[in-house]
């Protein structure tokens, strides 16, 4: 059964670091997108941290005693289901002020860009669409899904035959 993917694991602070103290997590946020369907992987030392899901008021205040979620394996996988901000921080006393949260804006899925070309030749004139991939999945290009999914199919056969 050939499956087409659309979700990411996010390994948080990757690759300049991880979740500790060194990382500077607001540059790495602003340098990666997140959408739905994305998983956030916290990868630390259970001795030393802690991932701890908070409200903007306990991100802002440096406050984790009503958390939204606690994770404490060292190995933690959030995943990024909704859309809107999620805000997490390090439980442990001193870290939160020395900058181990993360803020990001959960966004609607991927855009799919979709080149469109006419004519032949010099004649050959393309434009570009930018489609979100729900409004896709939704009809509003069935003929490009109808495409992408008979490509798979002949990909699946040619692997299994």
């Known amino acids: ?41 916290f990868q630390y030392s259970t001795t030393v941290h802690n991932v ?5 008021a306990g991100y802002d205040a440096y406050n ?3 958390p939204i979620a606690m994770f ?8 990024l289901a909704a859309i809107g901000m999620r805000y997490f921080i390090c439980g442990v006393l001193g ?3 020395a900058g181990m949260k993360v803020q990001v804006n959960v966004k609607s899925k991927a855009v799919w860009t979709v080149r469109r070309c006419r004519g032949m030749g010099k004649r050959l004139r ?4 930018t489609i979100l991939s729900s409004a896709m999945t939704a009809g509003i290009d069935q003929s490009a899904m ?12 040619v692997l299994f035959y």
């Open 1 to 41: 059964m050939l499956r087409m993917v659309l979700s990411a694991s996010l390994t948080v602070g990757v690759p300049a670091g991880s979740w500790d103290l060194q990382t500077n997590y607001t540059m790495w946020a602003l340098r990666t997108r997140f959408t739905i369907g994305y998983e956030f992987q």
């Open 52 to 56: 701890v899901e908070v409200r903007k």
């Open 64 to 66: 984790s005693s009503s």
């Open 72 to 79: 404490l394996t060292s190995n933690d996988v959030v995943p």
């Open 95 to 97: 870290h939160r002020v």
């Open 126 to 129: 393309c434009r570009s669409e």
């Open 146 to 157: 109808a495409r992408l999914g008979l490509a798979f199919v002949a990909a699946g056969l």
